[in-house]
């Protein structure tokens, strides 16, 4: 008996869509589940770009908080007797203020922060502000915290104050709660002094009460919940080109990132002066947001947390192949060092090991399980793989437990590329760390990538796709068009889950008025996060991610079945599938990236009669509609780009269950069949 229902609420989204002659028909064999799907699948790839750290997901609000960016007062505005000391209490960063008695009661010494672009705040939220102080020649003294809108000159510029009483002439730290009596993205922070005794003051600090998981040296709570919304499994940190440095001096430093924050020394940020029409002088890293809160983080939102740690090298990008950096085995002690070290401070046993100890003292005595650690991040050629066969030998004998992850450099089909290859199964990587920023016309062409089985052999590394985005036309913005290649592209890594275990879209972040590179995943302004479409892409095969491939096929107007694209005639329709075991569901994912909306038929195969008299009618189909091809989502405004959900219902006969449609023009769709 055949049942033949329609897919009513998909007609009806495609209504008005001209329809194209081609008949899709998608099958999907259901008997054997093929390949399993790697919990890490799916992930983000964190880099301090576009304010993505200080000023983004991190939740401090004041910029230069230790008054240690190489213009000391940079964010800063003073009034009155301020001075510049430096042989403060915090070793590593030795600068910091004394305000001195303006020597008139209706003066004040003073000094204001700008926080980043402004400080966001809500009105009714409180706002955590401490600083450590003292009163050099003992005594007491009171400091006043405003919070102020200095576009206005009307008693209307305050909108919350605070206060704290220093004592005594030892370092100490202090806090007040702050409340905003109004939601202003553009606030400054004004801290005033006593008027009869000299304050010193150091590390100025403020942070919203409510941060994520309401952490005090915690993330902004909109931008680190868009990730845990998001339930990535892979969580790649801390870069990208950072992790290299502009030259090997300011490269990222893990060990600096960890211990007390108000000692962690401040390091510059590459993508301050790379691009110079995109110039900005103020961005440092102020490690706030350290190894620790990766790690943490990666715990908070269940992602397996995967570092990179520099080769010994710096950006080949910016300095060619002379880096200028060690490789011999003496002079790359220190990163053998730091990957051995990382590793014991994810895992290891705070009884009988350093940095697992400094992970217990600073609140996570359990261990952190790291599986995977990169080492290098774009490195290519000769130069990388002399210091990484040095390199990962050693960490290898000393912690073999960690799979250890190569790269094949910048781009993924260059010289660098073919040679890194052949050299990273030499060194016998886990996985190689692929990247791709490519146009439409790229991913049109290389929608197959991962099905040359010639090129990826069966044994030796795996893939992982680190960082990777579909550039389109114009100025690159997040274009709901582009994302529509990014999903079909995914049903080519999904169907070859066997081959790449990882992949992670790139950049996650960037803050609206203070960005590098674009497209990005999430954007946002002081106040309000924006998901983009690709985002929602993102977030739709993170949420279906399944167990295991199922085959799946697409024949055109009753052409030879094959797996797409290289059907011939491939006319833009891309599908895979997967089922999740445990749930007993199948999930079927079909992209059109075509201009017109589609005639579609799903199949499903490979049950039983039973099996298939009590498959559930009810189908749930999530469809991410981007025919509004330069439509974005944008901080503060209404989402024009999102998922919408609709059921509908599958008919069965004793052969297969059927589902028949049409997906209308440059529309990713999620179908959810209940066993
Ligand atoms: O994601 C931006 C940059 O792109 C990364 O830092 C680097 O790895 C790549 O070149």
């Known amino acids: 008996m055949r049942f033949r229902h329609i897919l009513s609420a998909l007609c009806v989204a495609a209504a008005l869509q001209p329809l194209a002659a081609a008949e899709n028909v998608i099958t999907v064999d259901a008997k054997k589940p093929g390949a399993p799907i790697q919990t890490t699948q799916w992930g983000i790839f964190f880099e301090d770009i576009n304010y993505a750290a200080d000023g983004g997901l991190y939740g401090e609000l004041l910029k230069n908080r230790s008054f240690e960016f190489p213009d000391h007062f940079c964010g800063w505005d003073i009034s009155g007797r301020v001075t510049l000391m430096n042989d403060g209490p915090f070793e590593r960063n030795p ?26 705040v809500t009105g009714g939220e409180e706002y955590r502000f401490s600083l450590w102080a003292r009163v050099p020649d003992g005594g007491k003294s009171k400091l006043y915290i405003d919070l102020t809108d200095n576009a206005t000159m009307t008693e209307d510029q305050k909108m919350g104050s605070g206060s704290v009483e220093v004592s005594g002439a030892e370092w100490k730290k202090y806090t007040a709660i702050v409340k905003a009596d109004r939601t202003f993205a553009k606030a400054h922070l004004r801290l005033w002094g006593d008027s009869k005794v000299t304050t010193d003051v150091e590390h100025v600090s403020l942070f919203p009460v409510k941060t994520y998981k ?50 962690r020394p401040l390091n510059e940020n590459r993508w301050h002066y ?18 620790f809160e990766y790690f943490q983080l990666a715990e908070d939102i269940g992602a397996e947390p995967l570092p990179v740690l520099n080769v010994g090298m710096a950006c080949q990008f910016q300095n060619g192949d002379d880096a200028h950096a060690p490789c011999t085995r003496e002079g790359l002690q220190q990163f053998i060092d730091d990957c051995i070290d990382l590793i014991d401070f994810a895992n290891g046993d705070p009884a009988t090991n350093q940095w697992a100890k400094l992970r217990a003292d600073m609140g996570h005595p359990a261990p952190f399980n790291l599986k995977f650690l990169a080492i290098g991040n774009e490195q290519w050629e ?58 439409v016309k790229w991913y049109q062409n290389w929608m197959n990538r991962y ?69 990005d995943l999430i954007w946002y302004d002081n106040l309000h996060t924006a998901r983009t479409a690709s985002y929602y892409v993102q977030q739709l095969y993170m949420l279906n991610r399944g167990t295991n491939v199922l085959p799946t096929t697409l024949s055109i107007d009753g052409g030879q079945a094959s797996v797409n694209p290289v059907a011939k005639g491939q ?4 599908a895979s599938s997967v089922i999740d075991t445990p749930k007993q569901e199948i999930i079927v994912k079909v992209i059109n990236t075509t201009g017109e909306a589609q005639s579609l038929t799903i199949r499903l195969t490979g049950m039983k009669a039973k099996q ?8 749930e189909i999530i469809s991410l509609n981007c025919a509004d091809y330069d439509a974005e989502n944008q901080p503060g405004r209404p989402e024009v780009v999102s998922p919408k959900t609709f059921a509908a219902t599958i008919a069965s006969d004793k052969k297969a269950a059927t589902l028949q449609g049409r997906i209308p023009a440059k529309t990713f769709q999620v179908y959810r069949v209940k066993l």
């Not at 910048?410 to 990587?429: I, S, T």
């Not at 006319?571 to 891309?574: E, I, K």
């Open 571 to 574: 006319d833009g329709v891309f």
């Open 612 to 619: 298939l008299e009590a498959i559930k009618r009810d189908v």
């Open 95 to 120: 600068h910091y203020v004394r305000l001195a008695p303006s020597g008139h009661r209706d003066k004040h010494t003073m000094i204001e922060n700008h926080g980043f672009f402004g400080i966001g």
């Open 214 to 263: 309401n952490r005090e040296n915690g993330m902004r709570l909109d931008v680190a919940q868009a990730l845990e919304d998001l339930h990535p499994g892979v969580f790649r940190f801390p870069g990208g080109c950072i992790v290299e440095g502009t030259d090997l001096e300011t490269r990222y430093q893990w060990k600096n990132s960890v211990g007390p924050v108000e000692n």
């Open 274 to 291: 790379t691009f110079t029409y995109r110039y900005f002088p103020d961005y440092f890293q102020s490690y706030g947001l350290g190894f």
């Open 382 to 439: 000769q130069p990388y793989f002399d210091r990484l066969a040095i390199i990962a030998p050693e960490v290898r004998k000393a912690r073999p437990e960690i799979k250890l992850i190569g790269t094949s450099g910048p781009n993924a089909e260059d010289d660098h590329f073919k040679n890194g290859w052949p050299a990273m199964r030499k060194l016998k990587a886990d996985l190689v760390d692929e990247h791709y920023y490519r146009d």
């Open 451 to 519: 099905d040359d089985r010639e090129f990826y052999t069966k044994d030796g590394p795996r893939v992982f796709a680190g960082e990777w985005a579909c550039h389109d036309r114009g100025k690159k913005w997040n274009h709901a068009g582009a994302s529509i290649y990014e999903a079909a592209f995914m049903t080519g890594i999904e169907r070859n889950a066997d081959l790449v275990h990882m992949a992670t879209y790139a950049p996650l972040f960037a803050h609206v008025e203070g960005w590098q590179w674009r497209p």
